[in-house]
């Protein structure tokens, strides 16, 4: 199965189009909700923007435009970053390079930014000892105490989320 690498930064464009349009925004709309509405003025924003970044002729994306672009389209910047699927319109598989020799599935590089789960393997580490550091490190020592009480209260709430999912899928009947 042949595997597609690519940038978080390559998929913005993609990805604000997508949201844009559900939303049945033109470009100009997005770029006047991004100046006027947001006062996202330091950036630059402009219809002519938002066409380059589209159309992939605007590749290198500041973090700044992402959280911007995340903000007026209201979704998560994750999901400006990295896609929901692990394959694209051609059924190739798609991996996220992060960066150097790294490149991990949609999924994993999603649970590495929430800051669920580490992404370099066991096998990445020089040694078991480092291995165990370095997931400590990121699964504990790197997190303030609020984010771990956020994270415990995520769990308690999981099976509250689990149910209101089912009554969700559960409520929707196909079309006659």
């Known amino acids: 199965m042949p595997i597609r690498n690519i940038t978080p930064s390559s998929y913005v464009g993609p990805q604000t189009r997508k949201f844009r349009t559900a939303r049945g925004w033109s470009q100009q709309k997005l770029a006047d909700r991004l100046r006027e509405e947001l006062g996202a003025e330091s950036t630059g924003w402009s219809q002519t923007k938002i066409n380059k970044l589209e159309r992939g002729r605007l590749t290198r994306v500041l973090v700044d435009d992402v959280f911007e672009l995340a903000?007026?389209?209201?979704v998560s910047p994750l999901y400006l970053l990295t896609p929901l699927e692990g394959?694209?319109?051609?059924?190739?598989?798609?991996?996220?390079?992060?960066?150097?020799?790294?490149?991990?599935?949609?999924?994993?590089?999603?649970?590495?930014?929430?800051?669920?789960?580490?992404?370099?393997?066991?096998?990445?580490?020089?040694?078991?000892?480092?291995?165990q550091r370095g997931h400590r490190f990121y699964l504990l020592e790197s997190q303030p105490l609020s984010e771990l009480r956020l994270i415990a209260e995520a769990g308690k709430q999981g099976d509250r989320i689990g149910d209101l999912a089912s009554e969700l899928v559960?409520?929707?009947?196909?079309?006659?």
């Open 87 to 131: 394959f694209d319109e051609d059924e190739k598989a798609l991996k996220v390079w992060i960066g150097g020799k790294i490149a991990r599935w949609p999924r994993e590089v999603r649970q590495w930014v929430r800051g669920v789960r580490p992404l370099l393997g066991l096998g990445d580490y020089r040694t078991d000892e480092e291995a």
């Open 71 to 74: 903000l007026a389209l209201d």
């Open 170 to 176: 559960g409520s929707e009947t196909p079309d006659a």
